[in-house]
Protein backbone atom coordinates (compact mmCIF):
# COMPACT_ATOMS: atom_id res chain seq x y z
CA UNK A 1 0.00 0.00 0.00
CA UNK A 2 1.53 3.53 -0.71
CA UNK A 3 1.90 5.32 2.05
CA UNK A 4 -0.05 8.63 2.24
CA UNK A 5 1.56 11.41 1.10
CA UNK A 6 1.36 14.26 4.08
CA UNK A 7 0.77 18.07 3.14
CA UNK A 8 3.52 20.48 3.40
CA UNK A 9 2.72 22.86 6.08
CA UNK A 10 1.79 26.20 4.58
CA UNK A 11 4.34 28.73 5.49
CA UNK A 12 2.86 31.99 6.53
CA UNK A 13 5.56 34.69 5.27
CA UNK A 14 4.97 38.45 4.59
CA UNK A 15 3.44 39.39 0.65
CA UNK A 16 5.55 41.90 -1.23
CA UNK A 17 2.73 44.65 -2.18
CA UNK A 18 4.74 46.81 -4.44
CA UNK A 19 8.71 48.02 -5.03
CA UNK A 20 8.75 51.71 -4.96
CA UNK A 21 11.75 53.04 -7.15
CA UNK A 22 13.24 56.34 -8.63
CA UNK A 23 15.59 58.01 -5.81
CA UNK A 24 19.17 58.51 -6.79
CA UNK A 25 20.40 57.80 -3.16
CA UNK A 26 19.71 56.12 -0.43
CA UNK A 27 16.03 56.55 0.96
CA UNK A 28 16.78 57.50 4.65
CA UNK A 29 12.99 57.34 5.92
CA UNK A 30 9.42 57.03 4.63
CA UNK A 31 5.99 56.56 5.55
CA UNK A 32 2.84 55.37 4.36
CA UNK A 33 0.05 57.69 3.85
CA UNK A 34 -2.68 56.59 5.97
CA UNK A 35 -6.40 55.48 4.30
CA UNK A 36 -4.18 56.45 0.76
CA UNK A 37 -2.22 54.18 -1.12
CA UNK A 38 0.72 56.45 -1.03
CA UNK A 39 4.07 56.78 0.54
CA UNK A 40 6.32 59.93 1.53
CA UNK A 41 9.67 59.30 1.07
CA UNK A 42 12.65 61.55 1.91
CA UNK A 43 15.98 60.58 0.48
CA UNK A 44 19.78 61.67 0.62
CA UNK A 45 19.31 62.83 -3.17
CA UNK A 46 17.70 66.09 -1.51
CA UNK A 47 14.63 65.34 -2.92
CA UNK A 48 11.15 64.65 -1.27
CA UNK A 49 8.61 62.57 -2.93
CA UNK A 50 4.93 62.13 -2.68
CA UNK A 51 3.70 58.69 -4.45
CA UNK A 52 0.54 57.94 -5.15
CA UNK A 53 -0.41 54.68 -6.90
CA UNK A 54 -1.78 55.03 -10.51
CA UNK A 55 -4.56 53.30 -12.43
CA UNK A 56 -1.58 51.32 -13.74
CA UNK A 57 -0.90 50.00 -10.04
CA UNK A 58 2.73 51.14 -10.29
CA UNK A 59 3.40 54.01 -7.82
CA UNK A 60 4.56 57.83 -9.12
CA UNK A 61 5.29 60.91 -7.80
CA UNK A 62 2.51 63.47 -7.38
CA UNK A 63 5.03 65.62 -5.42
CA UNK A 64 8.91 65.98 -6.53
CA UNK A 65 10.34 68.81 -4.05
CA UNK A 66 13.91 69.09 -3.86
CA UNK A 67 15.98 70.50 -0.92
CA UNK A 68 18.47 72.85 -0.19
CA UNK A 69 20.51 69.73 1.62
CA UNK A 70 20.41 66.29 2.16
CA UNK A 71 17.04 65.06 3.58
CA UNK A 72 18.11 62.92 6.55
CA UNK A 73 14.93 62.35 8.16
CA UNK A 74 10.86 63.19 8.96
CA UNK A 75 8.01 62.94 10.52
CA UNK A 76 4.50 63.10 9.55
CA UNK A 77 1.25 63.63 11.07
CA UNK A 78 -1.35 62.77 9.44
CA UNK A 79 -4.42 64.81 11.60
CA UNK A 80 -2.88 67.84 10.28
CA UNK A 81 -1.19 66.58 7.35
CA UNK A 82 2.46 68.32 8.39
CA UNK A 83 5.31 67.46 7.25
CA UNK A 84 8.34 68.08 9.09
CA UNK A 85 11.96 67.59 7.31
CA UNK A 86 15.52 67.29 8.91
CA UNK A 87 17.94 67.91 6.41
CA UNK A 88 21.89 67.41 6.63
CA UNK A 89 22.60 71.59 7.36
CA UNK A 90 20.71 71.63 10.90
CA UNK A 91 17.95 72.90 9.86
CA UNK A 92 14.11 71.45 10.31
CA UNK A 93 11.56 72.20 7.20
CA UNK A 94 8.36 72.28 7.72
CA UNK A 95 5.19 72.17 5.69
CA UNK A 96 1.40 71.06 5.04
CA UNK A 97 0.47 68.54 2.31
CA UNK A 98 -2.36 69.14 -0.24
CA UNK A 99 -5.69 66.87 0.53
CA UNK A 100 -5.34 65.34 -2.39
CA UNK A 101 -1.67 65.25 -1.73
CA UNK A 102 -0.08 66.76 -4.83
CA UNK A 103 1.13 69.95 -3.27
CA UNK A 104 3.35 70.68 -0.38
CA UNK A 105 3.39 74.28 0.76
CA UNK A 106 5.98 75.50 3.25
CA UNK A 107 5.42 77.16 6.97
CA UNK A 108 8.42 77.64 8.48
CA UNK A 109 11.93 76.74 8.96
CA UNK A 110 13.58 75.88 12.40
CA UNK A 111 17.32 76.49 13.40
CA UNK A 112 17.80 72.97 15.31
CA UNK A 113 20.78 71.65 14.79
CA UNK A 114 24.27 72.58 14.07
CA UNK A 115 24.71 69.58 11.87
CA UNK A 116 22.75 67.02 10.28
CA UNK A 117 18.98 66.02 12.03
CA UNK A 118 19.54 62.47 13.12
CA UNK A 119 15.78 62.15 14.30
CA UNK A 120 12.52 64.27 14.43
CA UNK A 121 9.29 63.78 16.53
CA UNK A 122 6.13 66.32 15.69
CA UNK A 123 4.19 65.84 19.35
CA UNK A 124 0.64 67.29 18.52
CA UNK A 125 -0.83 67.49 21.54
CA UNK A 126 1.61 69.53 22.86
CA UNK A 127 2.39 71.59 20.03
CA UNK A 128 6.41 70.42 19.98
CA UNK A 129 8.58 69.24 17.56
CA UNK A 130 11.73 67.41 19.21
CA UNK A 131 14.61 66.67 16.94
CA UNK A 132 18.08 65.30 17.62
CA UNK A 133 21.26 66.04 15.62
CA UNK A 134 24.93 65.04 15.09
CA UNK A 135 25.77 68.25 17.23
CA UNK A 136 24.74 65.37 19.79
CA UNK A 137 22.05 68.28 20.96
CA UNK A 138 18.36 67.04 21.55
CA UNK A 139 16.21 69.72 21.17
CA UNK A 140 12.47 70.95 21.36
CA UNK A 141 10.84 73.62 19.62
CA UNK A 142 6.92 75.33 19.40
CA UNK A 143 5.51 74.53 16.47
CA UNK A 144 3.47 77.20 16.52
CA UNK A 145 6.13 80.09 16.56
CA UNK A 146 8.84 78.10 15.56
CA UNK A 147 10.78 79.32 19.41
CA UNK A 148 13.45 76.90 20.79
CA UNK A 149 11.61 75.60 24.11
CA UNK A 150 15.22 73.82 25.75
CA UNK A 151 17.48 71.38 24.99
CA UNK A 152 19.93 68.88 26.26
CA UNK A 153 23.54 68.11 25.15
CA UNK A 154 23.72 64.10 24.57
CA UNK A 155 26.58 61.91 25.69
CA UNK A 156 27.16 60.89 22.03
CA UNK A 157 25.25 61.21 18.43
CA UNK A 158 21.70 60.20 19.17
CA UNK A 159 19.95 58.06 16.46
CA UNK A 160 16.69 56.97 17.95
CA UNK A 161 14.10 59.24 19.88
CA UNK A 162 10.89 58.23 21.35
CA UNK A 163 8.35 60.21 23.66
CA UNK A 164 5.66 59.36 25.85
CA UNK A 165 2.60 61.87 25.82
CA UNK A 166 1.51 60.92 29.45
CA UNK A 167 4.32 61.67 31.25
CA UNK A 168 6.29 63.83 28.94
CA UNK A 169 9.05 61.69 28.86
CA UNK A 170 11.73 61.21 26.10
CA UNK A 171 13.73 58.88 25.32
CA UNK A 172 17.08 59.14 23.73
CA UNK A 173 19.32 56.12 22.50
CA UNK A 174 22.88 57.12 21.32
CA UNK A 175 25.82 55.83 19.55
CA UNK A 176 27.59 54.92 22.86
CA UNK A 177 24.78 52.08 23.57
CA UNK A 178 23.05 54.77 26.26
CA UNK A 179 19.54 55.34 26.64
CA UNK A 180 18.64 58.56 28.51
CA UNK A 181 15.14 59.72 29.73
CA UNK A 182 14.39 63.00 30.15
CA UNK A 183 11.48 64.72 31.66
CA UNK A 184 9.67 67.63 29.49
CA UNK A 185 8.83 70.55 30.80
CA UNK A 186 7.44 74.12 28.71
CA UNK A 187 10.88 75.09 28.68
CA UNK A 188 12.99 72.77 30.78
CA UNK A 189 14.16 69.72 30.98
CA UNK A 190 15.30 67.19 33.91
CA UNK A 191 17.75 63.92 33.52
CA UNK A 192 15.08 60.94 35.49
CA UNK A 193 17.66 58.18 34.42
CA UNK A 194 20.44 56.94 32.09
CA UNK A 195 20.58 53.01 31.24
CA UNK A 196 22.72 50.98 29.41
CA UNK A 197 22.56 47.12 27.87
CA UNK A 198 23.98 46.96 24.97
CA UNK A 199 27.63 46.52 24.05
CA UNK A 200 27.02 48.49 20.56
CA UNK A 201 25.71 52.28 19.59
CA UNK A 202 21.52 52.26 19.98
CA UNK A 203 20.29 52.35 16.61
CA UNK A 204 16.34 51.86 16.81
CA UNK A 205 14.05 52.64 19.81
CA UNK A 206 10.43 52.00 19.99
CA UNK A 207 7.62 53.19 22.56
CA UNK A 208 4.72 51.05 23.58
CA UNK A 209 2.99 53.10 26.08
CA UNK A 210 0.25 50.70 26.91
CA UNK A 211 2.72 48.35 28.55
CA UNK A 212 4.74 51.22 29.48
CA UNK A 213 7.83 49.00 27.57
CA UNK A 214 10.71 50.61 25.65
CA UNK A 215 12.37 48.80 22.92
CA UNK A 216 16.06 49.05 21.67
CA UNK A 217 17.64 47.77 18.90
CA UNK A 218 21.77 48.15 18.52
CA UNK A 219 24.70 47.46 15.94
CA UNK A 220 25.20 44.28 18.46
CA UNK A 221 22.67 42.67 16.77
CA UNK A 222 20.28 42.70 19.98
CA UNK A 223 16.92 43.97 21.01
CA UNK A 224 16.80 44.82 24.19
CA UNK A 225 12.74 45.17 25.86
CA UNK A 226 13.05 47.19 28.88
CA UNK A 227 10.33 47.63 31.30
CA UNK A 228 10.06 50.67 32.54
CA UNK A 229 5.96 50.41 33.93
CA UNK A 230 6.57 47.15 35.62
CA UNK A 231 8.54 48.85 38.12
CA UNK A 232 10.93 45.67 38.41
CA UNK A 233 13.91 46.62 35.75
CA UNK A 234 13.65 43.42 34.04
CA UNK A 235 15.55 44.07 30.74
CA UNK A 236 15.04 41.27 27.67
CA UNK A 237 17.29 40.17 25.42
CA UNK A 238 16.19 39.43 21.83
CA UNK A 239 18.66 37.86 19.85
CA UNK A 240 17.35 37.18 16.40
CA UNK A 241 19.99 39.33 13.77
CA UNK A 242 23.29 38.27 12.61
CA UNK A 243 23.89 42.10 11.54
CA UNK A 244 23.06 45.41 13.11
CA UNK A 245 19.36 46.02 14.10
CA UNK A 246 18.47 49.34 12.10
CA UNK A 247 14.65 49.84 12.70
CA UNK A 248 11.65 48.45 15.34
CA UNK A 249 8.24 48.63 14.97
CA UNK A 250 5.76 47.46 17.65
CA UNK A 251 1.99 46.15 16.44
CA UNK A 252 0.16 47.27 19.78
CA UNK A 253 -2.89 45.33 19.28
CA UNK A 254 -1.34 41.72 18.75
CA UNK A 255 1.33 42.62 20.91
CA UNK A 256 4.50 41.60 17.89
CA UNK A 257 7.56 43.19 17.57
CA UNK A 258 9.10 44.04 14.37
CA UNK A 259 13.23 44.21 13.97
CA UNK A 260 15.08 44.76 10.68
CA UNK A 261 18.20 44.79 10.29
CA UNK A 262 21.64 44.97 7.85
CA UNK A 263 21.18 41.62 7.01
CA UNK A 264 17.61 42.29 5.23
CA UNK A 265 15.97 40.14 7.72
CA UNK A 266 12.54 40.96 8.90
CA UNK A 267 11.69 39.08 12.61
CA UNK A 268 8.46 39.17 13.83
CA UNK A 269 8.28 38.71 17.94
CA UNK A 270 5.58 37.34 20.03
CA UNK A 271 6.05 39.61 22.91
CA UNK A 272 2.64 38.24 24.26
CA UNK A 273 4.58 35.31 25.88
CA UNK A 274 5.89 34.95 29.55
CA UNK A 275 9.97 36.02 28.99
CA UNK A 276 12.76 35.29 31.33
CA UNK A 277 15.70 37.25 31.81
CA UNK A 278 18.72 36.38 30.73
CA UNK A 279 21.28 35.63 33.72
CA UNK A 280 24.29 37.89 35.19
CA UNK A 281 27.41 35.62 34.38
CA UNK A 282 29.13 34.72 37.27
CA UNK A 283 32.97 35.07 38.21
CA UNK A 284 34.90 32.04 39.35
CA UNK A 285 38.61 30.90 38.66
CA UNK A 286 37.65 27.31 38.37
CA UNK A 287 34.96 25.66 35.98
CA UNK A 288 31.80 25.31 38.40
CA UNK A 289 30.92 21.92 37.21
CA UNK A 290 34.47 20.20 37.10
CA UNK A 291 36.45 22.00 39.38
CA UNK A 292 38.90 22.49 37.07
CA UNK A 293 41.29 25.55 37.26
CA UNK A 294 40.93 27.84 34.64
CA UNK A 295 43.92 29.14 32.69
CA UNK A 296 44.67 32.36 34.65
CA UNK A 297 44.62 30.32 37.91
CA UNK A 298 48.46 29.29 38.59
CA UNK A 299 48.04 28.33 41.87
CA UNK A 300 45.11 25.55 41.56
CA UNK A 301 46.89 24.66 38.37
CA UNK A 302 50.40 23.92 40.01
CA UNK A 303 48.69 22.27 43.13
CA UNK A 304 46.55 19.87 41.02
CA UNK A 305 49.41 19.71 38.00
CA UNK A 306 46.34 20.38 35.43
CA UNK A 307 46.88 22.03 32.69
CA UNK A 308 44.38 25.70 32.59
CA UNK A 309 41.28 25.89 30.96
CA UNK A 310 39.47 28.40 28.96
CA UNK A 311 36.52 29.98 30.71
CA UNK A 312 32.34 29.84 28.84
CA UNK A 313 29.50 30.86 30.44
CA UNK A 314 26.09 28.82 29.91
CA UNK A 315 23.74 31.33 28.76
CA UNK A 316 20.79 29.78 30.83
CA UNK A 317 22.50 29.44 34.32
CA UNK A 318 25.29 31.89 33.86
CA UNK A 319 27.68 29.82 35.45
CA UNK A 320 31.34 29.60 34.31
CA UNK A 321 32.37 26.58 32.95
CA UNK A 322 35.07 24.95 30.76
CA UNK A 323 33.96 23.44 27.32
CA UNK A 324 33.99 19.61 28.03
CA UNK A 325 31.19 20.92 30.35
CA UNK A 326 29.18 23.16 28.11
CA UNK A 327 29.78 20.74 24.61
CA UNK A 328 25.91 21.41 23.51
CA UNK A 329 24.32 23.82 21.96
CA UNK A 330 20.13 25.19 22.66
CA UNK A 331 18.32 27.47 21.61
CA UNK A 332 16.53 29.35 24.53
CA UNK A 333 13.22 31.17 22.59
CA UNK A 334 11.86 32.78 26.03
CA UNK A 335 15.40 34.19 26.73
CA UNK A 336 15.37 35.51 23.69
CA UNK A 337 17.78 32.97 21.81
CA UNK A 338 16.23 31.85 18.81
CA UNK A 339 19.40 31.25 17.64
CA UNK A 340 21.84 28.06 19.19
CA UNK A 341 24.14 29.44 22.42
CA UNK A 342 26.43 27.65 24.28
CA UNK A 343 24.52 25.85 27.53
CA UNK A 344 26.10 23.95 30.17
CA UNK A 345 25.23 20.47 29.91
CA UNK A 346 22.99 19.80 33.04
CA UNK A 347 20.60 23.12 31.70
CA UNK A 348 20.84 21.42 28.12
CA UNK A 349 19.18 18.41 29.33
CA UNK A 350 16.68 20.07 31.68
CA UNK A 351 15.47 22.37 28.70
CA UNK A 352 12.21 20.88 26.91
CA UNK A 353 11.08 20.85 23.91
CA UNK A 354 7.96 22.98 24.47
CA UNK A 355 10.74 25.83 25.83
CA UNK A 356 12.83 25.29 22.47
CA UNK A 357 9.69 26.00 20.52
CA UNK A 358 10.43 29.27 18.79
CA UNK A 359 8.80 33.16 19.57
CA UNK A 360 9.56 34.78 16.62
CA UNK A 361 9.39 34.23 12.69
CA UNK A 362 12.21 34.70 10.14
CA UNK A 363 11.43 36.79 6.68
CA UNK A 364 14.11 37.91 4.11
CA UNK A 365 13.29 41.64 2.64
CA UNK A 366 16.08 41.17 0.41
CA UNK A 367 17.55 44.02 0.80
CA UNK A 368 19.39 45.64 3.58
CA UNK A 369 16.93 47.45 5.66
CA UNK A 370 17.75 51.24 6.96
CA UNK A 371 14.34 52.59 8.21
CA UNK A 372 10.81 50.63 8.25
CA UNK A 373 6.97 52.03 9.21
CA UNK A 374 4.06 49.93 10.22
CA UNK A 375 0.22 51.00 9.11
CA UNK A 376 -0.80 48.90 11.88
CA UNK A 377 -4.64 49.17 10.56
CA UNK A 378 -4.13 47.17 7.20
CA UNK A 379 -1.07 45.49 8.11
CA UNK A 380 0.98 46.73 6.16
CA UNK A 381 4.84 47.42 6.61
CA UNK A 382 7.40 49.61 4.42
CA UNK A 383 10.59 49.39 4.29
CA UNK A 384 13.64 51.37 2.81
CA UNK A 385 17.11 49.78 2.17
CA UNK A 386 20.58 50.77 1.28
CA UNK A 387 19.53 49.82 -2.16
CA UNK A 388 17.36 53.02 -2.53
CA UNK A 389 14.41 51.08 -3.08
CA UNK A 390 11.32 51.34 -0.99
CA UNK A 391 9.13 48.28 -0.47
CA UNK A 392 5.45 47.66 0.65
CA UNK A 393 4.94 44.60 2.88
CA UNK A 394 1.47 42.82 3.25
CA UNK A 395 2.12 41.90 7.17
CA UNK A 396 -1.16 39.91 8.00
CA UNK A 397 -0.26 36.59 7.18
CA UNK A 398 2.48 36.66 10.55
CA UNK A 399 1.18 39.90 12.09
CA UNK A 400 -2.37 38.93 13.64
Same mark, same amino acid.
Given at each position: ????IQPKPLTR ?55 ? =??? $???? &??? !? *? @???? +? /???? #? ?64 ? =??? $???? &??? !? *? @???? +? /???? #? ?75 ? *? @? ?8 GGIVVWNM ?69 ? @? ?58
Amino acid at each position: MAAEIQPKPLTRKPILLQRVEGSQEVVNMAVIVPKEEGVISVSEDRTVRVWLKRDSGQYWPSIYQVMP =APC $SCMS &FNP !E *T @RRLS +I /GLDN #GTIAEFILSEDYNKMTPVKNYQAHQSRVTMILFVLELEWVLSTGQDKQFAWHCSESGQRLGGYRTS =AVA $SGLQ &FDV !E *T @RHVF +I /GDQS #GQVTILKLEQDSCTLVTTFRGHTGGVTALCWDPVQRVLFSGSSDHSVIMWDIGGRKGTAIELQGHNDKVQALSYAQH *T @RQLISCGGDGGIVVWNMDVERQETPEWLDSDSCQKCDQPFFWNFKQMWDSKKIGLRQHHCRKCGKAVCGKCSSKRSSIPLMGFEFEV @RVCDSCHEAITDEERAPTATFHDSKHNIVHVHFDATRGWLLTSGTDKVIKLWDMTPVVS
